[in-house]
């Protein structure tokens, strides 16, 4: 298998980046090269082609230690990711105009949020399904509340199946049969950022009370057989199973709501079904050595195994099949990735250039998502052809229609 990355050298690991053609930012560069100078990194860090600076640590790394995890690595978002589901629709099947589409997913689906006593991207009162899938969840999380109490008084319950804000969204597409298919992507909400915070100060605080020295102190980390390693990996694993719980909610919600349309006829759904983290850390064995890896804004690719590589809003998304490159640590990228900050996106750009980029797309249209535009992301054609060596295409897809999770 012939690699297609270059390698960046660092005090202590090299970083290995498959960034063929494509800009990555000094600033990112600088962030790697600390994470890479941690004596708990295994062999080298990989970095994906979607790399950009993020909160923490660099968005698009893979991250492999040893006997410790760093909680500010995997982030708030913990478990976050994508699912997809092809329908038995046709895009023959489909009436010309859409909106009425895209209101029926909004409805069934809470997203974005209001600050005050109602929070429309949260549930007033949880229904059947979302009661059912919480009582799962629930035991487990009793016994992490129980010796964390500050996690108790969180949005857990009434944000299971609801979208959130940022880059989370829902999307119709077809595929290059012009199938129909219903993809999304959504994390572990409220909770998650309230485990991802609260464990990172724990971890800052572990640090400063063993007197070390770090790069950065959001590389804070926690070390395999203390009690605090224990309880953060309990509940990493937990808000993991809620994110893919969340999702699958969510995804049924869409399918009954489009279901619920008298202009489309009766379909099945769940023909091809991908459910995948890309926030999270889980036990794998690399190089002869068990390790954490952690990906922060990447997918698992084991030989074999599916995955989904998003596009930006009015770009393509790819169903992936992983390769199993060792060298990647059987990774490849969770998107096109930021090319642009949020603040310089809305800067640069304005609605008619959102609403020229978006062209045929049922979506939002307004100042409100314009830092979502897709001039802000790299294009996904690079990012695709810079990470041959990780996955083969599966499916291409292109929106149709596209819930943002914005105010």
Known sequence: MSATYETIESPNVPIKAWVRDLPIEAQAVQQLKQTAALPIVHKWLAVMPDVHYGL??????????????????????????MIASRTSLRASDLPDNLFAMRCAIEKAVPHGRTVGARDKGAWSTPGKPQDEAWAKLAPRFGCICEKHRKLKNTNNHTHLGTLGTGNHFIEVCLDEADNVWVMLHSGSRGVGNAIGNYFIEKARNEMNRL?????????????????????????????????????ELMMRAVIAALRSLPSLPPFEADLVAVNCHHNYVSREYHYGEHVFVTRKGAVRAGKGELGIIPGSMGARSFIVRGKGNPESFESCSHGAGRLLSRTAARRMFTVKDQIRATEGIECRKDAEVIDEIPMAYKPIEKVMAAQADLVEIVHELRQIVCVKGKS
């Open 211 to 247: 007197g070390m020295e770090l790069p950065n102190r959001d590389l804070a980390y926690l070390r395999e057989g203390t009690e605090s390693f224990d309880d953060y990996v309990e509940a990493v694993e937990w808000a993991q199973d809620f994110a893919r719980a969340n999702r």
């Open 56 to 81: 923490g640590a660099t968005v698009g790394s893979v991250v492999p230690t040893l006997k410790a995890i760093i909680p500010a690595a995997v982030g708030v978002d913990i478990g976050c990711g």
